[in-house]
């Protein structure tokens, strides 16, 4: 597709796009990897299971404010959920990626702030939901947080797939690969966050923050991939030159989020906080300059 092709008008996104695909990309990979902690099994992997539920639903609630706010009517949000014609309903529309995303945003939000409650009654900061707690252990937890996990990586690759099914250069041209890019960029961020958290309390175990690490970097990996693919599909349609030039600066950022966990490995002088910090950084970077650079 070349650049003549592309005749929607940009969407003139702002910066609440920019902190519902940040956010929401940590909150559904912070679930994700809870969940995976948990189904190891491993007492040790317990208390970050536990960081990574209170992180998701955390950074969960800043989304439906950004999206709100970006509607230009916020009063009239409501309107994504209930149909206001002479039917009435709900407005679920399977068919449109606003209405899809909208509906799978709440579902997610139920099982991110069912587990934060549990999360925090296991800690002993919610004794009232101790109940919950006991609930969501055993095989009725671990069925609960494996639906709540696939809306989690639903909402981590839905806001690449948004972008793919516009009209708009750069977008369009990279459609089958944003969706995978944002969703292992998500992973790669939120396992940062959970390192970052975890250094900053110094009680989560040695072996489980080792065992972190070791999937950050083959999410990393995942990421730099994809971004090349992104890259190469974007060249080919000849709209490469949107996403470099005064982007570069942003693309330094992504690069230097990406070597961080590496760098961090084999440099342990490095402060403990400084790889998970650049790394997310570098997520924010990736997310600004693919939203911002298709609609100059």
């Given at each position: 597709m070349t650049g003549a092709e592309h005749f929607a008008a940009p969407p003139e996104w702002q910066w609440w796009i920019l902190g519902y695909f940040f956010f929401g990309g940590l909150a559904g990979g912070s679930y994700a990897l809870g969940t995976l902690l948990r189904f190891g099994g491993d007492p040790r992997?317990?208390?970050?299971?536990?960081?990574?539920?209170?992180?998701?639903?955390?950074?969960?609630?800043?989304?439906?404010?950004?999206?709100t706010v970006d509607l230009g009517q916020p009063l009239r949000f409501w309107h994504m959920l209930l149909d206001t014609g002479p039917d009435g309903g709900l407005a679920f529309k399977p068919w449109s990626p606003m209405s899809l995303g909208s509906w799978a945003l709440l579902a997610f939000g139920l099982f991110s702030f069912v587990s934060f409650v549990g999360a925090l009654a296991e800690g002993g900061q919610l004794r009232a939901a101790s109940g919950l707690a006991r609930a969501l252990r055993g095989g009725a937890g671990?069925?609960?947080?494996?639906?709540?996990?696939?809306?989690?990586?639903?909402?981590?690759?839905y806001t690449g797939v948004l972008l793919a099914v516009s009209n708009q250069a750069v977008w369009s041209d990279a459609a089958w690969a944003l969706g995978g890019m944002f969703l292992a960029s998500a992973l790669a961020g939120a396992t940062a966050l959970l390192l970052f958290l975890g250094r900053s309390r110094r009680d989560v175990d040695a072996d489980t923050a080792y065992r972190l690490e070791v999937a950050d970097r083959y999410f990393v990996l995942l990421e730099a991939l994809l971004i090349a693919i992104f890259l190469v599909t974007v060249a080919v349609a000849g709209t490469i030159a949107k996403v470099l030039g005064v982007w570069i600066v942003l693309w330094l950022v992504v690069l230097l989020g990406l070597a961080a966990p590496f760098l961090s490995a084999r440099a342990r002088t490095w402060p403990p906080l400084a790889a998970p910090l650049l790394a997310l950084l570098g997520v924010l970077a990736l997310r600004a300059l693919v939203i911002f650079s298709a609609q100059t």
């Open positions: 992997d317990e208390l970050a299971a536990r960081i990574a539920f209170i992180a998701s639903f955390i950074a969960l609630i800043p989304c439906p404010i950004f999206l671990l069925a609960w947080n494996a639906i709540g996990t696939v809306l989690g990586l639903f909402i981590c690759a």
